[in-house]
């Protein structure tokens, strides 16, 4: 199948600091790419949702300007969390669909800890 | 009318057992139905999916069943291992309108396969 990754895998950072999230698809282009987070063992909850080349579709209760998405190629799509608090603090997880949109190839997450 | 309930929250068996999730949904405009397997700290992996045309669908040891009139669906894994121990997640996606393309994800069931 194909294949989604993620860098970095984990992240600590301080009270304040910006944090980048990379999602890649190795193996396909991603016409659209989907933003997620989880908080422990309870479902993924959809962020945002992001077709290349154009402005992120953020979900009601996103803040735009908090997590800023970029999906500048059909490779790569980005999550950068500003001025990260320790109630960002939670499992993000990226997915990637082609053109087909029924599938949804989820990346191996990014465990963000904000101290 | 987006939302998929997911039951039980939680499910032991024991090896070599029969592990049943169940799964409702409303909206009427879904048209994929996929199963994801989490593994703790890995994001969601695609197991099987059936489309409402379908009544049945198997893979292997896990097997969907999928009742249209009854709005429902669910997995059954067959011969449980304790390698199956995971999160599932049933999900739907609708086909058209303003969501096309969004995963709309169960509550998740933690699955305990005992040796």
């Known amino acids: 199948g194909a294949v989604v990754s993620q860098h970095p895998s984990r992240v600590i950072c301080k009270s304040g600091t910006s944090v980048k999230i990379e999602c890649r698809s190795l193996?396909?282009?991603?016409?659209?790419m989907f933003w997620y987070r989880q908080f422990p063992k309870k479902s993924l909850m959809l962020m945002a949702t992001s077709n290349e080349g154009s402005k992120a579709t953020y979900e009601q209760g996103v803040e735009k300007d908090k997590f800023l998405i970029n999906h500048a190629s059909l490779t790569l799509s980005t999550l950068t969390v500003t001025s990260a608090h320790p109630e960002d603090s939670s499992f993000y997880i990226c997915?990637?669909?082609?053109?087909?949109?029924?599938?949804?190839?989820f990346g191996p997450g990014t465990r963000l800890t904000v101290l | 009318q987006q939302q998929v309930k997911q039951s039980p929250q939680s499910l032991i068996v024991q090896k070599g057992g029969i592990s049943i999730i169940n799964c409702a949904y409303e909206n009427t405009a879904f048209d994929y139905f996929p199963w994801y397997q989490q593994f703790p700290g890995k994001g969601p992996a695609l197991l099987i999916a059936?489309?409402?045309?379908?009544s049945e669908k198997k893979e292997g040891r896990f097997t969907i069943s999928f009742n249209k009139s009854a709005k429902q669906f669910s997995l059954h894994i067959m011969d449980s291992q304790p390698g199956d121990s995971a999160t599932y997640f049933c999900a739907a996606i609708n086909a058209g309108g303003t969501s096309y393309g969004k995963l709309t994800f169960g509550q998740g069931t933690i699955l305990t396969v005992h040796p």
């Open positions: 059936i489309r409402p045309d379908v």
């Open positions: 193996d396909f282009q991603a016409t659209t």
């Open positions: 997915s990637a669909s082609d053109d087909s949109y029924n599938e949804q190839f």
